[in-house]
């Protein structure tokens, strides 16, 4: 079993080397998946996204904080098979108001400039999931496991 400081490592890395993930969140009977621009707290314990309220995905947010979000290195390759790595970021979420807003605001568009505008937009909500655990999968059946909220 791997080290939690080297797997906290490997989704470091993992998360900071990517723009996008699927984010899945749910209501009623109905999942839905969408892709985000996200970023992630240094500590782990937070990640970000950026959405208008008028979404789907933020109206399902209101009525069920629990998502899932699926970060990966996958490029679309036969090489994927081997090489690329996921993680799955389970956490519940909730939008960010107020001066709480300005440190995540600021990490998100350093990792996303081109989307100063859509960030400062007031018809966006700043997300922040609560990171409660990391299902990390490797070779496509190597899962370790990162455990942060408890």
């Known amino acids: 079993m791997a080290k939690t400081d080297d797997i906290r490592r490997q989704i470091t890395d993992l998360c900071s080397s990517q723009k996008l993930a699927v984010l899945c969140t749910h209501r009623k009977s109905q999942p839905y998946a ?4 996200f970023v992630t707290s240094d500590d782990l314990r937070y990640l970000y996204f950026i ?6 995905k933020f109206t399902n947010l209101e009525a069920n904080p629990q998502v899932s979000v699926m970060v990966n290195s996958s490029q679309n390759q036969d090489t ?4 690329a790595m996921a993680v799955t970021i389970i956490g519940s979420a909730a939008e960010v108001f ?3 807003r300005e440190g995540p605001i600021k990490r998100y568009l350093e990792m996303h400039p081109y989307l100063e505008d859509f960030a400062k937009s007031p018809t ?5 999931v609560k990171v409660k655990s ?4 490797k070779n496509f059946q190597h899962v370790m496991e990162l455990h942060i909220h408890e």
């Open 124 to 128: 966006c909500a700043l997300v922040q």
């Open 51 to 56: 959405t208008p309220k008028t979404t789907r």
């Open 98 to 100: 107020g001066r709480e």
């Open 34 to 37: 969408s892709l985000v621009a």
């Open 80 to 83: 994927d098979f081997h090489r």
């Open 134 to 137: 990391f299902f990390l999968v």
